[in-house]
């Protein structure tokens, strides 16, 4: 019968030699017990790929023989492997300080809403301020009012934002002020 194994017999095989099959490859030098099913997985695949069936007239020996050369091959290549320990996992430390990331992100949204209360021209002088880094006198040349309009703006913005803050437990320093009102409220 020409063509590949039959499905239905290389089932019959895979249950009846499986085991016995694993047993043998799970006695060879180099063969982890966590790889038997991947090696048996590759010998049965290698079967399947096979074209004269009618040749094989000891199935139990031939898929033997297949499983001692693909061990073979996985042993050979489990050499070129570079060697890892379990021991080296536990040198493997995640810098990210969750909790602070966390917090950072709820302060981070209470200034977003706090900026998104504010009056429109004042979150154009902060936006202007310290998105574009303008100068008093150019915020208050851009947005046609005086200087000392734009000073006042700022100077409000805070003590709105620091209130804001404050009701939600914050606490604002002028360096985060300047980080987060720079991105676009």
């Known amino acids: 019968m020409a063509g590949r194994v039959g499905a239905g017999r ?5 249950r009846e030699f499986q085991e016995p099959m694993r047993r043998f490859m799970g006695g060879r030098r180099g063969v982890p017990a966590a790889d038997l099913d991947d090696l048996a997985q590759e010998v049965f695949l290698r079967m399947l790929r096979y074209d004269r069936e009618d040749i094989v007239t000891d199935p139990r020996g031939y898929l033997f023989k297949i499983a001692a050369n693909v061990a073979s091959e996985w042993f050979m290549r489990a050499r070129q492997r570079l060697p890892h320990e379990s021991g080296w996992l536990d040198d493997l430390v995640d810098d990210t300080d969750l909790v602070g990331t966390l917090e ?8 977003r809403a706090a900026l998104e209360r504010l009056p429109q021209r004042m979150r154009e002088v902060l936006r202007l301020h310290f ?3 303008l100068k008093h006198e150019a915020i208050a040349d851009r947005l046609a009012v005086s200087r000392r309009v734009v000073k006042r703006d700022i100077i409000e913005a805070y003590v709105k934002l620091r209130s804001a803050m404050a009701c939600d437990g914050h606490r604002l320093s002028g360096g985060e002020m300047s980080v987060t009102a720079s991105r676009k409220p």
């Open 104 to 111: 950072r992100a709820e302060r981070d949204s209470t200034l």
């Open 131 to 133: 998105g574009e880094g």
């Open 10 to 14: 290389l089932s019959q095989w895979f």
